[in-house]
């Protein structure tokens, strides 16, 4: 049974690294294992690679779903904060004025 030597992507080297990038090293580590099963070559070092870049894929996958779900959260209270302050005014020139805060002065003394 022959071996081979396995690419060691550390966990901080792959946190670094773009998604795209990540995929592609997860699809290529998948497809070598596939096609050295298929000749019988030792594949346990890689199913190791593949585990790890996996599961960094999985992490970023639940992180962007949590900050999804928090946006949308947050806009949505958002949303109901301002409607339960009912309609703003555009501007604070275009608010109605109430009497008591009118006031005339007497410019003959």
Do not use: W
Not at 3 to 20: C, F, G, Q, S, Y
Not at 34 to 40: Q, S, V
Not at 84 to 92: F, I, K, N, T, V
């Amino acid at each position: 049974m022959n071996t081979i030597t396995v690419p060691v992507h550390a966990d901080d080297k792959l946190r670094e690294m773009p998604d795209e990038k990540v995929h592609n090293i997860e699809r290529g580590l998948k497809g070598k294992i596939e096609t050295l099963r298929r000749k019988n070559v030792d594949t346990k070092e890689l199913e190791v690679e593949y585990c790890y870049v996996k599961r960094e894929l999985e992490h970023r996958m639940k992180r962007h779903e949590l900050q999804r779900r928090f946006a949308q959260q947050r806009a949505e209270r958002a949303e109901r904060r301002n409607r339960s302050r009912g309609p703003r005014p555009a501007h604070r020139s275009a608010r109605p004025i109430r009497p008591d805060q009118v006031s005339f002065r007497n410019n003959n003394n």
